[in-house]
């Protein structure tokens, strides 16, 4: 909740368009402060993962909504569609479903059968009766048209325009000046993300730097393989971070990464809005060849494509980024990139719909 720059991109948005907004998340026992100009309820659960947090979450959030007249329901992604489209269903409201990701894609349920076929009931008795839906690109905008004939709108997790400037040094920060530096940011550090790859690049060479910003599933993992003598005073690791500072972290980058795998339809056809960040510090960016991120490279030429996660490939593709920093065409192309996609135009299709329930 505190760190989903979408959901704070939306309710900013909306709020200055004089919606009056409630956001209603969860709150963990590390989870940051959130101090924003709209109401905040963050429930705290005795479950935090697993099944029995999905049920518990979904309950409070329904009595919460149940005891309450909102005019305009929200829901972010399906686990919380159900609790959301009932009680709009109920008080005859307005419901709005943003879908992040292509939820029933994700590798984390693929071999979960029963899990899986929750999620998979759930989202196919509801869908096709939604009438308002975002997504965040056009390919995953295409799947669901496939699956169910409804086809979302298409809003990008695309920064905004405002510019960042860069009040830590690398010294501040912890990290070296001798180094090339790499980031890998984000709050989903998870499996299939390509993040145990990127180690065992960084453990074969010492010229690059890496610095791993944000949480995910599999930090503990990565931690523990940074004990080792190949990975010994390479590898930073931050935890999660309010945007602005963790901003800082990249504007001092000379290359960012983001290396999802190809081997589950979410991450396929996914577009992480860290390509966007990189864009906004001024560094290229390598990627896996999925098909979102290769629109984005063939249009605006600002990062460097592998065809797979050997150790060599990545080493040579952060090679190759490093020589496109340097180019004279990449400042042109990177200004441009950031100057065209931002969450200003982006967000245009969220206020018109919005507008139409005044």
Known sequence: MANDQRVKKVCDTLTKNNFNITLVGRQLQHSLNINRPYKTVRFKLIFNKGALFYMEYNLR?????????????????????????????????????????????????????????????????????????????????????????????????????????????????????????????????????????????????????????????VVDKLKKRCTQSDLVNKVLFVPTLPYSQMMQFTLNSDVGVSLDKNNNINYQFSLPNKIFDYAKAEIPFVSTNLVEIR?????????????????????????????????????????KMNTTLHWESESI?????????K
């Open 61 to 217: 959030l329904f009595f919460f909504l149940l005891y309450r007249r909102f005019d305009i329901y929200h829901s972010n992604d399906l686990d919380t569609l159900l609790p959301m489209w009932l009680s709009a269903f109920i008080f005859n409201k307005k419901l709005v479903y943003d879908s992040h990701e292509y939820f029933l894609g994700v590798p984390e349920i693929q071999n979960r059968y029963f899990v899986k076929k929750v999620w998979s009931s759930i989202e196919s008795f509801i869908f096709p009766k939604l009438k308002h839906v975002f997504t965040v690109n056009k390919s995953i905008s295409d799947l669901y048209f496939k699956d169910y004939k409804v086809r979302p709108l298409v809003i990008r997790n695309l920064p905004n325009k405002s510019i960042l400037i860069k009040v830590k040094t690398k010294k501040d920060l912890g990290l070296p000046n001798d180094k090339k530096l790499v980031i890998l940011q984000g709050s989903g550090i998870n499996v299939a993300r390509g993040a145990e790859e990127l180690l065992e690049a960084i453990s074969i060479q010492d010229d690059f730097f890496l610095s791993i910003v944000g949480k995910g599933d």
């Open 295 to 335: 629109k984005i490279k063939e249009e605006f030429h600002t990062g460097v494509l592998i065809s797979n996660l050997n150790p060599e490939s990545i080493i040579e593709g952060l090679n190759k980024a490093i020589v496109l920093k340097k180019s004279k065409n990449f400042t042109t192309n990177i200004a």
């Open 349 to 357: 299709s969220l206020i018109k719909t919005y507008k139409k329930f």
